[in-house]
């Protein structure tokens, strides 16, 4: 079993940026699907981007792509989400999550993720 601690969340004025980071640890042998999930009050939690472990291939949901960046350190297990002009929408609880093998057609679904983080909490404000 693998463990995840989210870090890096705080306030930002709109069009700032952030880097929420995720520290893995425990049996990291085998290949994972990382991810990042966000969950808004009073809304559905959903997938903001994912990452394989080792391969390196990413995907995005439409609402941050050109604006967001994920990515891996391998040598600190350590998961990051780069976050770049923020918006009052993007406000929010985010979660790192991870699921074993490659990342599912269905990745931005969080049932698929049977191992999550505590949250760090985002704010977007003037």
């Known amino acids: 079993q693998i463990q995840l601690v989210e870090s890096g969340g705080g306030s930002v004025q709109p069009g700032g940026s952030l880097r929420l980071s995720c520290e893995v640890s425990g049996n990291t042998r085998s290949g994972y699907c990382l991810a990042w999930f966000r969950q808004a009050a009073g809304k559905e939690r959903e997938g903001v981007a994912a990452?394989?472990?080792?391969?390196?291939?990413?995907h995005y949901a439409d609402s941050v792509k050109g604006r967001f960046v994920i990515s891996r350190d391998i040598a600190k297990n350590t998961l990051y989400l780069q976050m770049n002009s923020l918006k009052s929408e993007d406000a929010g609880l985010y979660y790192c999550?991870?699921?074993?093998?490659?990342?599912?057609?269905?990745?931005?679904?969080?049932?698929?993720?049977?191992?999550w983080g505590q949250g760090t909490q985002v704010t977007v404000s003037s």
């Open positions: 999550a991870a699921d074993r093998g490659l990342c599912s057609n269905r990745w931005f679904q969080p049932n698929n993720f049977p191992t």
């Open positions: 990452i394989h472990s080792s391969g390196g291939q990413t």
